[in-house]
T-cell receptor, first 114, second 112 residues
C-alpha cells in the first residue's frame, strides 16, 4: 500500500486568488492523479500527473486553470488558479503503484472559495 | 466511454440489518470493479474489489457479486454497524485503462 499526505487539508480562499495543493507519497509510484469531488457528487478526474512532462488533462479541464507539477516519483502539486465559488470542492490526490490495480487516495483538500 | 450508474443515492438501515448497493456499467470490456468507502473528512478507501473472472467475493461482513451478462455488480454488507456509516462508491475499469469510472456514491446511514 501507499501512504499519501495531502496539504492543506482544508482552506478558505478569496475569489481571484490561487491555491496550490501538495501530494506527498511515502514510496515511489508509477502513476499519480488529481480528482475533484464536488458536494454530493462523484469523483471526477482532472488530470494524470506525468513525471518530468506536462500533465494529461481530461475533457473540461485545462492547464491554465489547473497547472500540475510532478518533479519526481513521490510528489505532485495541483494549483487551482483564479478561483471562483464554483471551484469549491474536495480535491483528491490518487496514486497507483507498480504491479497493482488498486488506486490509493489522499485524505483530500476541502476548498471553499468566498 | 464507460458509464457507471449507482443506486440508491441514500440508504438508511437499522444496526444489524443488511445493506445492498447496486451498480451497472456500460462497457463490456470492463474487468475490474473496486468498491470504496469514504468517511467524513477522509479520502476514499478501497474495501473490496472483484475481477471479471469471479462471480462473488467475500471479506468478513462484506461481499461483492458480479453479473457480467447483465453488466451489474453489487455490494452487500451484513450485520451493519454504526461505523459502517459512510459514502460508498463503486467503480469499473477496463483492462486497457489505468483510470476507473466511478458511480455517484451511496450515503449509507446505520442507525444504532
Amino acid at each position: 500500500s501507499a501512504v499519501i499526505s495531502q496539504k492543506p487539508s482544508r482552506d478558505i480562499c478569496q475569489r481571484g486568488t490561487s491555491l496550490t495543493i501538495q501530494c506527498q507519497v511515502d514510496s515511489q509510484v508509477t502513476m499519480m492523479f488529481w480528482y475533484r469531488q464536488q458536494p454530493g457528487q462523484s469523483l471526477t478526474l482532472i488530470a494524470t500527473a506525468n513525471q518530468g512532462s506536462e500533465a494529461t488533462y481530461e475533457s473540461g479541464f485545462v492547464i491554465d486553470k489547473f497547472p500540475i507539477s510532478r518533479p519526481n516519483l513521490t510528489f505532485s502539486t495541483l494549483t487551482v488558479s483564479n478561483m471562483s465559488p464554483e471551484d469549491s470542492s474536495i480535491y483528491l490526490c490518487s496514486v497507483r503503484t507498480g504491479g497493482t490495480t488498486e488506486a490509493f487516495f489522499g485524505q483530500g483538500t476541502r476548498l471553499t472559495v468566498v | 466511454g464507460e458509464n457507471v450508474e449507482q443506486h440508491p443515492s441514500t440508504l438508511s438501515v437499522q444496526e444489524g440489518d443488511s445493506a445492498v448497493i447496486k451498480c451497472t456499467y456500460s462497457d463490456s470490456a470492463s474487468n475490474y470493479f473496486p468498491w470504496y468507502k469514504q468517511e467524513l473528512g477522509k479520502g476514499p478507501q478501497l474495501i473490496i474489489d472483484i475481477r471479471s473472472n469471479v462471480g462473488e467475493k467475500k471479506d468478513q461482513r462484506i461481499a461483492v457479486t458480479l453479473n457480467k451478462t447483465a453488466k451489474h455488480f453489487s455490494l452487500h454488507i451484513t450485520e451493519t454497524q454504526p461505523e459502517d456509516s459512510a459514502v460508498y462508491f463503486c467503480a469499473a475499469r477496463s483492462g486497457g485503462s489505468y483510470i476507473p469510472t466511478f458511480g455517484r456514491g451511496t450515503s449509507l446511514i446505520v442507525h444504532p
